[in-house]
């Protein structure tokens, strides 16, 4: 369904991708309750309350919003919502909550970008962004802790039954989620699809200007390439049915990273 320039898709069984010109979101539901996995820039926070009605939801029936990581095209939509739901839990991974706070930030500079803006897409991309509220500086006071730092943690009481999987590198506090009943996993920017800065489509890793750190990034995949599933839900770009390891191996070679 096409509406306020998103497109919503049931990408499997009562898991919806929210897809905008610059980033997605995700609802995942069950009976009434709703899961929100990110919010978009700043500019979209009308968007996302319109694509809780496009699925026949309301505000009132989120039951938590998790976030893969804290930029502001991740989290910029929320406060709208927010400020509609002030009992409405965040939940991020334990290394992200300061972050979302912004005690201290782990974003792409505007200097680093001025610095690539000879590339067109880069400058494209960049004009885009500004004009959604990119360099806007959200903050998620009120964001708590999904669990403890481990390898692998346990399903959250959750619609989607989500399992947190941390892929730092992006940021310190990057968490994928695993959605096991469907064999999805959202990506966040730990794996895209797409993205305004490249005209290629398919597994890859954003352009390393974007991250925190890159050869953590790197090192993340593999956090990835063993998960028991064959759909990526990126950040940015579509929706991708391959499996994991397929899907890493192909980021990997694409940056003539050898497999680990």
Not at 120 to 141: F, L, Y
Request: glycine share 8%; aromatic share 4%; with cysteine.
């Amino acid at each position: 369904m096409n509406r306020d320039r998103m497109t919503v898709t049931e990408v499997a069984p009562l898991v919806f991708s929210v897809q905008t010109a610059l980033a997605n979101w995700y609802l995942l539901r069950e009976g009434h309750e709703v899961t929100l996995v990110d919010g978009g820039y700043p500019a979209d926070a009308p968007t996302l309350l319109a694509s809780l009605d496009c699925i026949g939801a309301k505000p009132g029936d989120v039951r938590a919003v998790l976030v893969t990581h804290a930029h502001t095209d991740h989290i910029g939509g929320l406060p709208l919502l927010l400020r509609q739901r002030p009992d409405l839990p965040v939940l991020l991974h334990p290394g992200e909550v300061a972050h979302a706070r912004r005690e201290h930030l782990e974003q792409v500079s505007v200097a680093t970008i001025v610095r690539h803006a000879w590339r067109p897409r880069v400058a494209a991309w960049a004009v885009q962004a500004v004009r959604r509220g990119g360099t806007q500086d959200p903050s998620i006071d009120r964001g708590t802790t999904f669990g403890a730092t481990t390898p692998r943690l346990k399903a959250l009481d959750l619609p989607g039954t989500p399992v947190p999987v941390p892929t730092p590198g992006h940021t310190s506090g990057h968490t994928a989620f695993l959605l096991p009943e469907v064999g999805a996993v959202i990506t966040g920017d730990a794996l895209v699809t797409g993205h305004p800065t490249t005209a290629h489509e398919g597994p890859q890793l954003l352009p390393a200007f974007f991250h925190h750190d890159v050869a953590e990034a790197v090192t993340a995949l593999d956090a990835l390439a063993g998960l028991p599933a064959d759909l990526i839900l990126p950040g940015h770009g579509r929706a991708w049915r391959v499996a994991m390891d397929a899907a890493v191996a192909a980021a990997r070679a694409r940056r003539g990273v050898p497999r680990s």
